[in-house]
Nanobody
Framework: QVQLVESGGGSVQPGGSLRLSCAAS????????MGWYRQAPGKQRELVAT???????NYADSVKGRFTISRDNAKNTVYLQMNSLKPEDTAVYYC???????????????WGQGTQVTVSS
């Protein structure tokens, strides 16, 4: 089992910045892709950004140029720096980690508990 602890959410005015963190711990021998997703009220969960173990990144068009995903492999932590925040970025943000665990042939996936981000004046 892998536990993901998220932090860094909160309330901010439009144009402001927040940095989310997600630390993974537990039973695994390798972490593969790490990512952030978000879910606004009444909407489906959507991809925000992902990063591979080698550092390749992928972003939703809506956040390109404003958000930056990064990771610290030594700390098993993924970050999401969010700049120029807009009201439409308001959502619960979830981190997701794909990992390999002994005894399992295929990679497994785990989700964080979610952290609220509210952008409002």
């Amino acid at each position: 089992q892998v536990q993901l602890v998220e932090s860094g959410g909160g309330s901010v005015q439009p144009g402001g910045s927040l940095r989310l963190s997600c630390a993974a711990s537990g039973s695994f021998y390798r972490i593969n892709d790490m990512g952030w997703y978000r879910q606004a009220p009444g909407k489906q969960r959507e991809l925000v950004a992902t990063i591979t173990s080698s550092g390749s990144t992928n972003y939703a068009d809506s956040v390109k140029g404003r958000f930056t995903i990064s990771r610290d492999n030594a700390k098993n932590t993924v970050y999401l720096q969010m700049n120029s925040l807009k009201p439409e970025d308001t959502a619960v943000y979830y981190c997701n980690v794909e990992f390999n665990r002994y005894g399992y042939a295929a990679p497994l996936s785990s989700w964080g508990q979610g952290t609220q981000v509210t952008v409002s004046s």
